[in-house]
């Protein structure tokens, strides 16, 4: 069985004495994807920038592929690409400029074709000699996500990628990740508020709150298991009595 | 170290500049202005002189030798502050570029958009002035070397404090070549000075390159030892620079800075 794309344990992060994360441990296998799930404050964006290497874990490991971002930090990111709604791409720059700048970053081999690819893929043709500042926000998002397929990670890290975007686009952008993560070694950690999209697109959902996994399953069959009718009833019982749902 | 990452930083710059007149324009109007009203200021006064002593080398040279090394520590601070201004340093961060390789690319940035300045100011100061720094031959290799590497070193530093403090902090950063000059004796001797402010001189590498200078303009004959002991200096300044960037950018990600970097300060 191959190794997990990305394997995480005990991280924890603390901020004197408040407590971000607090020993989390979890995995995301290859061609899956993971959403990452909870209330605001609930551990999500520190958990995913401690992966990203922008923020150090108070303990516990990061290793994606088997490399161990602690100790081989660039390593373990060429391995891995992200897009979140706020980190948008360089505003004076023009849509290739920027995936040709990133490209560089991430030494994609063939970075012209694949600059191409992307941008048919996208639909960004026309937008190429845009600046992504002059982009409405759902163009910026179809960007970030070129940006964030550069590489073909085998890690691929989405904040909310589809809060900006109109439903027939998300709609459109989730096929896509799903076909991008099914047809290759990738596996995607997910993040989102909109419970109907983490059900179509999620294989497995990690509930956080305040710093830890309360549950974890299938997103379709979770709720039933927690006597909830729906996953965003699920969502709203994690956020409001988070010990009565960890206690059962 | 890869090349290609320190080539995207560097690219990143060259867009920038190519697309912008208005970040073009300043990597020689001021120069200009400087040099014109220096070169003006130093026919003046040698009207004033007896003949044996020009001040175009000894003013205006001092001047171009000045705003060299500005060019350089805002070569170095400008290509950062981009980053700054379009709120990029998570992405770049959270990419696999090394905290080395950044800094080459600043580096490099910096070597492009001073000799710009660099060009424009000997043309300027050849031309109109009749100032031939070229007579000097090979000697002004070593004043440059010291104010280049000064200037990254400075640029670096000022880089970190904007890194620590936040992007308001941008301000400290704009009057530092202002707040040395005093110091390093770019229009008089070093002697001129209380012994406080010597002591100080001493350990900034400019004030051997203007004391070297006037030196040569009155008696054609720089210290050899003075300008070996500047480029030591120098380049011991550069490691300084360099470890208290990487000590402030671990401390960032230590804190969450980075990721937040906009919010100034986490406490």
Redesign the interface.
């Known amino acids: 069985m191959p190794p997990p794309v990305l394997s995480v344990r005990e991280l924890s992060k603390n901020?004197g004495s408040l407590v971000a994360v607090d020993g989390i441990s979890f995995e995301v296998a290859r061609q899956e994807i993971v959403g990452l799930l909870g209330p605001n404050g609930a551990g999500k964006?520190?958990t995913i920038?401690m992966i990203?290497?922008?923020?150090?874990p108070s303990g516990g490991s990061i290793r994606i592929e088997e490399v161990d971002l602690a100790k081989r930090?660039?390593?373990a990111?060429?391995r891995t690409n992200?897009a979140?709604v706020?980190?948008?791409?360089?505003?004076?720059?023009?849509v290739e400029?920027n995936l040709?700048?990133?490209g560089?970053?991430?030494?994609v081999k063939k970075l012209g074709e694949r600059i191409e690819q992307l941008i048919h893929e996208f639909g960004l043709d026309a937008l190429r000699h845009a600046k992504c500042g002059v982009l409405s926000s759902g163009e910026q998002t179809r960007v970030c996500l070129a940006k964030a397929m550069l590489n073909r990670p085998r890690l691929l890290l989405l904040d909310e990628p589809t809060a900006s975007l109109d439903p027939a686009t998300a709609q459109e952008i989730r096929v896509m990740i799903r076909q991008f993560a099914a047809a290759g070694p990738t596996g995607v950690l997910w993040t989102s508020h909109n419970m109907y999209e983490v059900e179509e697109v999620c294989d497995r959902v990690l509930f956080l709150s305040h710093g830890k996994i309360l549950l974890e399953g299938n997103p379709k069959t979770l709720p039933g298991e927690h006597g909830r009718e729906t996953l965003e009833d699920l969502f709203i019982a994690v956020a409001r009595e988070p010990l009565a749902l960890a206690r059962a | 170290m890869?090349f290609?990452?320190t080539?995207?930083i560097v690219?990143?710059q060259y867009?920038?500049l190519r697309?912008?007149p208005a970040r073009v324009l300043p990597l020689f109007a001021w120069v200009t202005i400087d040099m014109v009203l220096w070169g003006f200021m130093s026919r003046y006064l040698n009207t004033f002189t007896a003949s044996r002593f020009n001040f175009i080398p000894a003013l205006l040279g001092a001047v171009l030798l000045w705003d060299f090394f500005i060019r350089v520590m805002q070569g170095v601070t400008t290509a950062f502050f981009?980053d700054v201004w379009?709120?990029?340093?998570?992405?770049?961060?959270?990419?696999?570029?090394?905290v080395t390789e950044y800094l080459a690319g600043l580096v490099i940035s910096s070597i492009g958009t001073s000799i710009i300045g660099l060009v424009v100011m000997l043309i300027l100061s050849t031309i109109i002035f009749g100032l031939s720094l070229f007579s000097y031959g090979i000697v002004l290799v070593p004043f440059l070397l010291v104010l280049f590497l000064f200037g990254i070193a400075l640029g670096i530093v000022a880089t970190s404090l904007v890194l620590r403090l936040g992007p308001a902090a941008e301000w400290f950063i704009w009057p530092i070549p202002a707040l040395i000059s005093p110091f390093v004796g770019v229009f008089y001797p070093l002697t001129t000075l209380p012994a406080w402010m010597q002591s100080v001189a001493r350990v900034l590498p400019p004030s051997y390159v203007f004391e070297n200078l006037r030196a040569m303009v009155s008696n054609g004959k720089p210290s050899a030892f003075s300008l070996a002991a500047a480029l030591l200096l120098a380049a011991a300044d550069i490691l300084i620079a360099c470890w208290i960037f990487v000590r402030t950018y671990?401390r960032a990600?230590?804190t969450?800075l980075?990721?937040r970097y906009s919010a100034e300060t986490?406490t």
């Open positions: 901020y964006t520190t920038n990203l290497g922008v923020l150090e930090r660039s390593q990111l060429e992200f979140a706020y980190a948008p791409l360089p505003g004076n720059l023009t400029q040709r700048l990133f560089l970053l991430y030494r | 890869a290609e990452r080539a995207a690219l990143r867009y920038l697309g912008s981009e379009s709120r990029n340093f998570l992405n770049f961060f959270a990419s696999p570029l090394r671990r990600v230590r969450g980075i990721a986490l």
